[in-house]
């Protein structure tokens, strides 16, 4: 944004009706201006901006136009107008006016600001190229945690039909405590597959919500088999105690 302040008549609001407001602006003189500004317009200074064609009858009247609002109370916003640079070259900016008063005696003095369409339409192609690009991202994301998810299920579906099948036969306790937990572990790495697929509708905007029955303490106690002989194997003692009031069966996703 660019900004500028300029001479205005004390009162001028108070007499003058909103179709003579243009007229009334055109007089306004350019007194201040951040470097913003004069290196918008191509000025050296302030003053050079007056008198040499950068507002002309379009600015005006959009000022006018937003003075207008503003000072009816209605909710303004930025108005597109035209202005022109001291080497002729026109820009298309977004404009909005305020009065002030600088020395307390009423609104003598108005300011400003500019923004630069041109940069603002870029910024805008810019958010909406990224905002494309992440979306291509997500869906890239989405799309191959379906395939691995898929993937992998094919030969871990294999793994629990033989384990399942052992299960069947006679063992010995040791041996069936072992393909039990190969049996628990498969399950939890099927569960974990599928929560998986669940963070790819939940970034499609089709994730559903399931209400089946389950057992904490067979759950727990699966999670606990998988983990005991890693534990083991480092020395470490990993027991679960499940308090008697928390036990039973659960609903739940």
Not at 17 to 33: F, G, H, K, T, Y
Not at 104 to 109: A, C
Not at 123 to 131: D, G, L
Not at 158 to 183: T, Y
Request: contains cysteine.
């Amino acid at each position: 944004p660019v900004a500028g302040f300029a001479d205005w008549r004390p009162g001028a609001r108070l007499v003058a009706d909103a179709a003579d407001l243009p007229r009334l602006l055109s007089q306004c003189m350019i007194v201040e201006a951040n470097q913003n500004a004069l290196d918008f317009f191509e000025g050296a200074t302030a003053h050079a901006l007056n008198n040499n064609g950068c507002f002309r009858s379009e600015f005006y009247d959009a000022s006018g136009a937003y003075l207008a609002a503003f000072w009816t109370g209605e909710q303004t916003d930025w108005h597109e107008t035209v202005v022109y640079t001291l080497s002729g070259a026109s820009r298309s900016v977004m404009i909005r006016v305020r009065p002030f008063s600088r020395d307390g005696d009423g609104d003598d003095h108005l300011m400003w600001s500019v923004s630069d369409v041109a940069s603002l339409k870029a910024a805008k192609a810019e958010a909406e190229q990224a905002r494309i690009a992440a979306e291509a991202a997500n869906e890239s994301k989405s799309t191959f945690l379906a395939v691995m998810s898929h993937e992998i299920r094919t030969p871990l579906n294999g793994v629990l039909g033989m384990a399942q099948l052992l299960l069947q036969k006679p063992l010995p306790a040791q041996d069936r405590e072992m393909v039990s937990v190969i049996a628990q572990s498969g399950e939890a790495l099927l569960a974990i597959l599928n929560d998986m697929l669940d963070l790819a509708k939940i970034e499609a905007g089709k994730m559903e919500l399931e209400r089946v029955e389950f057992d904490l303490c067979d759950l727990v106690n699966g999670a606990h088999n998988a983990f005991t002989g890693i534990a083991h194997k480092k020395g470490l003692s990993f027991n679960v105690v499940i308090a008697p009031d928390a036990r039973g069966p659960y609903a739940g996703d």
